[in-house]
């Protein structure tokens, strides 16, 4: 098994880890017994305890090693998994939440995947390496999307006359074995993984600090729309305007997620023949102008095929991004160029929600789509004036 196969291993299998306990928090913790107040300080203690790992990870994950600091946030991951399975007090589990980065978001944005999409340019070629990106993409979007749907077996469970804890606790070992499995992968990551000249000194160029930071301005306004558009706010959208059942909001939101993965894919075959940028913006901007027009569908059948249609391009740019950082980076700098990026979206996606739900309460339901929508197209436009000349390695002449 060689370097790249083992990330795509390990990352599959964490993401499956982190959309059934997504999905299984909050039930586990109401079953314990734990009050509301007690459930938002574990899932936030957990997200803490990620957002400092990443922290951590930008500026020293090359000087510790990238193999070295995988196996330890893994390690930790699986220890806080085991320990929640077996602890009942809310202060308890938080801890055990913020030492194992227990993530409560159903999708993966932690440190590991930062050093993973470090490493992954090293296993492939310049003209492969977005290929590589979409296949690393889809294989986490499938493990978001099977992990959600084994959060169904503790109710499976119950029914074969299972204690209701038990089964949940059962799950949460299944969580440690998952995230467990990725220990021997990254033991085996060859000496090609690790970040050549990385030193205690400056970690990047000035140029690529410039570019590092100027795309992460550019970042922080899509992640902020972003926030705009999470999954329960247009959830929520869509119940409040349509009236439609949960079960039907969630099966609308499965294809999505499949839709996602696909287009994966696509996107890598349009880099070939546009380039990176433009196949970032020029699939964003229809996606964009597909969600504002949600807000004016007649009915709950014609919104869903436009939100589809929009989720079948919204992510294009994911691949795109993150083949496109790492490769207007030396490769030594691509660690902290992936840690900042990410930390830059983390922010922004945490900033927007409260204003999104007060101006749908205040001023229109469909508010944060046009929000959303309108600084997703002005992040598209300013990312295609700043970055059009500035071409990846397999993109410049000879």
Request: charged content about 15%; aromatic content about 10%; overall charge positive.
């Amino acid at each position: 098994m060689n370097d790249r196969q083992r990330i795509y291993t390990a990352a599959f299998l964490r993401a499956l880890a982190t959309g059934m306990v997504g999905v299984l928090l909050g039930l586990y913790l109401a079953k314990l017994g734990v009050a509301a107040s007690g459930i938002g300080l574990v899932i936030a203690a957990g997200l803490i305890g990620a957002t400092l790992a990443l922290v951590a990870t930008t500026w020293l994950g090359d000087r510790l090693g990238r193999k070295q600091s995988l196996l330890a946030l893994t390690a930790l991951a699986a220890l806080g998994g085991l320990a929640a399975a077996f602890l009942n007090d809310a202060s308890a589990l938080a801890a055990a939440a913020f030492v194992g980065m227990l993530n409560g978001m159903g999708r993966d944005r932690g440190a590991a995947l930062v050093l993973e999409q470090a490493i992954l340019p090293s296993t492939t070629d310049d003209a492969s390496r977005t290929q590589a990106f979409a296949r690393y993409n889809v294989l986490t979007d499938l493990g978001h999307a099977l992990g959600a749907l084994l959060a169904a077996v503790p109710t499976l469970l119950v029914a074969a006359g299972l204690a209701e804890q038990e089964s949940y606790r059962g799950m949460f070992l299944v969580y440690a074995a998952l995230v467990a499995l990725g220990l021997p992968l990254y033991a085996g990551l060859s000496r090609a993984a690790e970040a050549a000249g990385a030193t205690l000194g400056t970690p990047v160029s000035p140029e690529s600090r410039r570019i590092v930071w100027k795309i992460s301005a550019l970042f922080a306004i899509d992640s902020i729309a972003g926030g705009f558009l999470g999954s329960a706010l247009l959830s929520y959208f869509f119940f409040e305007r349509f009236a439609v059942a949960a079960a039907t909001i969630g099966a609308l939101f499965f294809a999505a997620r499949c839709l996602n993965a696909l287009s994966h894919l696509g996107a890598a075959w349009l880099a070939q023949r546009i380039g990176l940028v433009n196949t970032m913006v020029f699939t964003h901007i229809p996606s964009s102008v597909l969600l504002a027009s949600v807000a004016f569908a007649p009915n709950f059948w014609v919104a869903a095929v436009l939100f589809l249609l929009r989720e079948g391009l919204v992510e294009m740019d994911v691949p795109t991004r993150q083949s496109y950082v790492m490769a207007v980076v030396r490769p030594e700098e691509r660690t902290y160029a992936s840690g900042v990026t990410h930390l830059v979206r983390l922010g922004g996606w945490s900033v927007a929600p409260s204003f999104a739900g007060w101006l749908m309460q205040t001023a229109s339901l469909a508010a944060p789509l046009f929000i959303g929508a309108g600084m997703k197209i002005a992040y598209d436009l300013l990312l295609w004036r700043a970055f059009r000349r500035l071409k990846p390695p397999e993109e410049r002449g000879p």
